[in-house]
């Protein structure tokens, strides 16, 4: 491939027999992926969610490692500059609750990287269209969560995994907010009461921000058969999506999607594509005409309105990088407790997570291997490679508002192997 690399190459056998069984250990199956995105949740409601990356991650090693001629990101070596500097920044933690969300945390980055080699060297037996599927899938189930929001309001429970998980690990509050899963978080921050949707995810910006990056699969299963999934059904929850989406009040939701259609709008114009140009443009006139007569616009607007919540976020970053300016290189390791009244430093922002937390190493790993993935995946022809390019883009974005993991990373992994399969398939 033009836009990836190949580690080793398989020799070849003298009996057939003996390389059809060399190839057959080759093969990468499609479950794994299928059961990490299509069971989330599943996993949700027994309090797995945070742990069955790093799970599903050992059967898809195990594979990868069977597998002669595999393929890795041209890029791959900022992910692992990136694991080591949060690997090394661990020396600057100080409780046992922090390390065991360290210990979490670095879990996710490396059951990441397997993901997406997973997903690259996919093949025949987990193909392009089985990993859009399961994202759609996903993005359904997102969308059937946001409904579940305004039945179920507050209601949250302890899960199996919070009665056998040791107590010094329910200390930290990431892994006691996954084994204890709610349907939404009621707040009042336009001066009204809203249940905003979380389910299947732990927080309601995790949901908001799912919703952003699924939506494009979604819109790949529209257009395209191949994906396997009913149109009628998609375009049904493309327009069941806009209420809970509207109602979440999530700006970087309605940010991040919009450049990402946006960005998707102007590549289409320059490749010629006016058909579906004009549908998209009618699709987002549609959109547009029913916020505008709709209650739903109302609280669009208010909801810019009211930046009461920026002043928090703006203190939140620079907390993070006062932070970071005391601990430049390796940063602190994992969020540091805030004043009162304020989430902890080193969240609400993938960025200020990394230079907080990681340090400006850490930071320039991180971004290094997104950003050299997307540059060297932009010249996509397709209109799944496009969308799947915009996922980047939609990230991107998110980074400076979202924190972006677990669920997130291991969307934006699969994008990226999306869109260097379907160029490199454009380039043969």
């Known amino acids: 491939m033009a836009l990836a690399e190949r580690v080793g190459e398989g020799t070849?056998?003298?009996f057939v027999e003996r390389r059809r069984n060399r190839v057959q250990r080759q093969v990468l199956p499609d479950w794994p992926i299928r059961a990490a995105f299509t069971l989330i949740p599943i996993y949700f409601l027994t309090g797995l969610a945070g742990f069955m990356w790093v799970i599903l991650a050992i059967p898809m090693l195990a594979a990868l490692f069977q597998k002669k001629d595999l393929v890795t990101f041209r890029g791959t070596s900022w992910w692992f500059f990136f694991m080591g500097a949060a690997f090394l920044s661990g020396l600057n933690l100080d409780s046992a609750g922090?390390?065991?969300?360290?210990?979490?945390?670095?879990?996710?980055f490396v059951a990441a990287i397997i993901f997406g080699l997973y997903m690259l060297n996919g093949g025949r037996t987990l193909t392009k269209w089985t990993i859009i599927r399961s994202l759609t899938w996903l993005w359904v189930a997102t969308v059937v969560g946001g409904y579940l929001a305004f039945a179920m309001g507050t209601f949250s429970y302890a899960s199996p995994m919070a009665y056998i998980m040791p107590g010094a690990l329910l200390e930290n509050d990431l892994i006691k907010t996954l084994v204890t899963p709610g349907f939404a978080d009621v707040q009042d921050i336009i001066g009204v009461e809203l249940p905003r949707p979380k389910a299947p995810f732990p927080y309601t910006n995790t949901w908001g921000s799912m919703l952003a990056l699924l939506t494009p699969f979604a819109l790949i299963a529209v257009s395209d058969n191949r994906v396997g999934i009913s149109r009628q059904l998609v375009r049904f929850m493309l327009a069941a999506s806009v209420i809970p989406a509207v109602v979440s009040l999530n700006r970087g939701l309605w940010l991040s999607l919009g450049i990402g259609i946006a960005y998707v709008?102007?590549?289409?114009?320059?490749?010629?594509?006016?058909?579906?140009?004009?549908?998209?443009?009618?699709?987002?006139?549609?959109?547009?005409?029913?916020?505008?007569?709709?209650?739903?616009?109302?609280?669009?607007v208010t909801r810019i309105d009211t930046g009461h919540s920026n002043e928090?976020?703006?203190?939140?970053?620079?907390?993070?990088l006062e932070?970071?300016?005391?601990?430049?290189?390796l940063g602190w390791g994992a969020p540091r407790p805030n004043r009162d009244g304020l989430p902890p430093k080193g969240?609400?922002?993938?960025m200020w997570y990394l230079l907080f937390s990681h340090g400006i190493l850490g930071a320039v790993g991180y971004c290094g291997f997104f950003a050299s993935v997307g540059l060297r995946t932009w010249k996509q022809k397709s209109v799944p490679g496009l969308w799947s390019h915009a996922v980047l883009i939609i990230g991107a974005v998110q980074m400076f508002f979202y924190l972006t993991m677990p669920n997130?990373?291991?969307?934006?992994?699969?994008?990226?192997?999306?869109a260097v399969r379907f160029q490199s398939d454009a380039l043969e």
């Not at 998209?280 to 029913?290: E, N, Q």
């Open 12 to 14: 070849g056998e003298p």
């Open 347 to 350: 969240t609400h922002g993938q």
């Open 312 to 320: 928090g976020r703006t203190e939140l970053v620079q907390t993070a």
């Open 265 to 300: 709008a102007i590549r289409l114009g320059l490749l010629g594509s006016g058909g579906l140009l004009m549908r998209l443009f009618f699709a987002v006139f549609l959109l547009v005409l029913a916020l505008f007569v709709t209650p739903l616009g109302d609280l669009i």
């Open 323 to 329: 932070g970071t300016a005391e601990r430049p290189l």
């Open 408 to 418: 997130q990373l291991f969307v934006m992994m699969a994008a990226c192997a999306l």
């Open 98 to 108: 922090r390390i065991a969300g360290w210990m979490l945390r670095m879990g996710y």
